[in-house]
C-alpha cells in the first residue's frame, strides 16, 4: 500500500482533529528533511495510535491519558477563567502535540510546523497588558504552562523564554517605540524571541558578565559570547546583556537575526529538552542602533524586574512535567499485568505512586502560593527561589519514581517518562541552578548571603 494511503487508513481511526494535525506535521517533517513519508510517517503514526505493535499491552504517550493527578481537587482553587484556559490548552497538547513530539524530541528538533496552532491558544505575552497582547493574571498563564510542560516540557521552555523573557524584558525595560514595533508580531508569534545573558565563562555568577558595548556614533558595537540561548538558533529578537564602555554598568540591546557580527549556532548533544534550540552565541563588533538600547536596563539589578516573573513561572514548570509523568504511571500500572494481576494491586508500586501524588500536589500548592504572592504585590525574590528549588527538587524525585514504576519502558521516549526524566534536568538548572536557589532562599532564612565563598578573594589574589 502507498505510504500516504497507509498514513490515511490509520488517520481515520483517530479523532479528526489530531488526524489532521498528524498529516499536516508529518507531511511537512517528511519534505522538510528529505527523508520518505514512508518512514516517518508509520513510526509516528503507530505512536499516534498510542500502541506499539511490539508491546500491544499498554498505551503510550502519544495517546496521552486523563489527567488523574488532582487527588486533593486543587481545580477547586482557580477561578473559571482559570479553569477554562487549562482546559484549552490540555485539549490543544493532548490532540496535537502529544502524537508527534516524541519523534522531534529524539530528533533534536524544534516543531517548527506546530507554531501556526500554538500561536492560535493566544498564549505569548500572557501577562502582558496592551500590545495586542491577553493580559492576564500570573495564576492563569501558569495554568496554560503546566499543561503545556505536562505533555512536553521543551515546548513550555519555547513559550518562557519567548514570552517570559524576551517579550517581557522588552515590556518592563523597553521604550514605547520599541514595544509598539516588536510586541505585537511577537504575541502573535510572527516574531520569535531570546534572551541571552549566560555567558560561557559567567553562568551563576552572571552579574559578572564580560560581553561589553561601546559607544560609537550612532549606536553601540557588541563584543562577547552568550552561552544555552533558548530559541537562539532561530529567534527573529534577541535581547542582549552587556556592559556599557560608557558607564561600566549592565545594559541591555534587541539585535536582530542576521545583523552583521552576530553568530548563533545549535548545542548538540544535549539530553534534556531536545526540541528547545539553545545556542552558542558570538558578537564580533555587532553594530546595533541607539534605538536598540532599552532604555530602563541601567544596572544588572534590572534582570531581577524581569526575573521575579519568570522564575515563577520556572516554578511551575516542574508542576506541569510530575502531572504529565502522573498520569501516564496512573494509567500504566492498569494495564501493565505480572504475576497475574495489574501493577497497581502491589503495595511497593502504590507506594511509589503515593509519593509521587504527594508531590505533584504539595508543588501545585507552593507554586499557587507563590503566585498570589506576587499578584499581592508582596512576593519577594527568597520566596521565588525557596519554591522553584524545592518543585525543582521534588520533581526529580517524581520523574525517578516514574521511571521505576515503568520498568524497561521507562527508559523509552514513548512513554513520555524518560523524556520527562531528562528534561527535569534542565528545570533543575536553569533561571538559577538548584543550589543558587537553595542559596538565595537561605539567605532569607538566616540572614546570611553564603553565595560567595570565603575564599573568594584570596583565590584571586593568590
Ligand atoms: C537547557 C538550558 C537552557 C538555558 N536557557 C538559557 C537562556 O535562554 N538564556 C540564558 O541567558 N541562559 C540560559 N541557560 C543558562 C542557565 O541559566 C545556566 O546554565 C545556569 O545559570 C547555571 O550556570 P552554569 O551552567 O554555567 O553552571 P555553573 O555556574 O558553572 O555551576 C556549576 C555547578 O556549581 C554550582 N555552583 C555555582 N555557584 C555556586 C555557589 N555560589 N554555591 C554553591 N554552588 C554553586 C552550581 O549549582 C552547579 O551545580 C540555560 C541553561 C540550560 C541548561
Known amino acids: 500500500m502507498h505510504p500516504n494511503k497507509r498514513l490515511n487508513v490509520l488517520s481515520q481511526q483517530l479523532l479528526p482533529s489530531a488526524a489532521d494535525s498528524v498529516q499536516h506535521v508529518l507531511g511537512r517533517v517528511a519534505c522538510s528533511e528529505g527523508e520518505s513519508q514512508d518512514q516517518l510517517g508509520l513510526q509516528a503514526t503507530s505512536a499516534q495510535l498510542g500502541h506499539s505493535p511490539a508491546f500491544p499491552q499498554c498505551s503510550t504517550a502519544a495517546d496521552f491519558p486523563p489527567a488523574a493527578h488532582d487527588a486533593l481537587e486543587m481545580d477547586g482553587l482557580l477561578t473559571p477563567q482559570e479553569r477554562a484556559i487549562r482546559l484549552r490548552v490540555r485539549s490543544y497538547m493532548e490532540r496535537n502535540v502529544a502524537p508527534v513530539i516524541a519523534g522531534f524530541w529524539e530528533r533534536a528538533e524544534f516543531p517548527h510546523q506546530l507554531v501556526p496552532s500554538f500561536a492560535a491558544l493566544d498564549l505569548a505575552g500572557g501577562n502582558i497588558k496592551g500590545y495586542g497582547c491577553p493580559g492576564l493574571g500570573i495564576v492563569a498563564n501558569a495554568m496554560a504552562v503546566i499543561e503545556i510542560a505536562r505533555v512536553d516540557a521543551s515546548m513550555s521552555t519555547f513559550l ?34 531570546c534572551w541571552a545573558l549566560t555567558e560561557p565563562s559567567n553562568g551563576s555568577d552572571a552579574s559578572s558578565l564580560t560581553t561589553t558595548a561601546t559607544k560609537v556614533p550612532g549606536g553601540w558595537l557588541l563584543d562577547g559570547q552568550k552561552r544555552w540561548i533558548g530559541n537562539g538558533t532561530f529567534a527573529d529578537i534577541t535581547v542582549v546583556w552587556a556592559r556599557s564602555s560608557e558607564s561600566g554598568q549592565v545594559n541591555a540591546f534587541i539585535v536582530r537575526k542576521g545583523t552583521p557580527g552576530f553568530k548563533a549556532t545549535k548545542i548538540e ?30 544596572s544588572f539589578k534590572d534582570t531581577n524586574k524581569v526575573l521575579a516573573i519568570s522564575r515563577i513561572m520556572v516554578a511551575w514548570q ?45 508543588m501545585f ?11 499581592a504585590g508582596s512576593m519577594s ?43 527535569l534536568e534542565a528545570f533543575y538548572t536553569y533561571e538559577g541552578t538548584y543550589d543558587v536557589n537553595a542559596l538565595v532562599a537561605g539567605r532569607g532564612a538566616t540572614g546570611v548571603a553564603a553565595i560567595k565563598s570565603p575564599s573568594a578573594g584570596k583565590a584571586k589574589r593568590g
Open 269 to 298: 548533544n544535549k539530553i534534556a529538552l531536545r526540541c528547545v534550540q539553545n545556542a552558542d552565541m558570538v558578537f564580533e563588533r555587532c553594530f546595533v542602533p541607539d534605538s536598540a538600547r532599552l532604555p530602563g536596563v541601567n
Open 318 to 362: 516542574p508542576v506541569g512535567l510530575a502531572m504529565g509523568v502522573y498520569d501516564v504511571c496512573a494509567r500504566y500500572v492498569k494495564q501493565r499485568e505480572q504475576f497475574g494481576s495489574p501493577l497497581g494491586g502491589f503495595q511497593l508500586v502504590q507506594e511509589r505512586l503515593v509519593r509521587m501524588l504527594g508531590n505533584v500536589q504539595a
Open 160 to 193: 518562557l523564554v519567548h514570552s517570559y523573557l524576551a517579550m517581557l524584558t522588552i515590556e518592563l525595560l523597553g521604550s514605547e517605540q520599541q514595544k509598539q514595533e516588536l510586541l505585537h508580531g511577537m504575541g502573535k508569534l510572527n516574531l520569535v524571541g
Open 365 to 375: 500548592l507552593m507554586a499557587l502560593q507563590l503566585s498570589k504572592l506576587y499578584e
Open 381 to 423: 525574590h527568597e520566596q521565588a527561589s525557596l519554591v522553584k528549588s524545592w518543585n525543582t527538587l521534588r520533581g526529580r524525585e517524581v520523574v525517578a519514581l516514574g521511571r521505576e514504576v515503568l520498568g524497561g519502558n521507562g527508559i523509552l521516549t514513548d512513554f513520555n517518562v524518560a523524556k520527562a526524566f531528562c528534561d
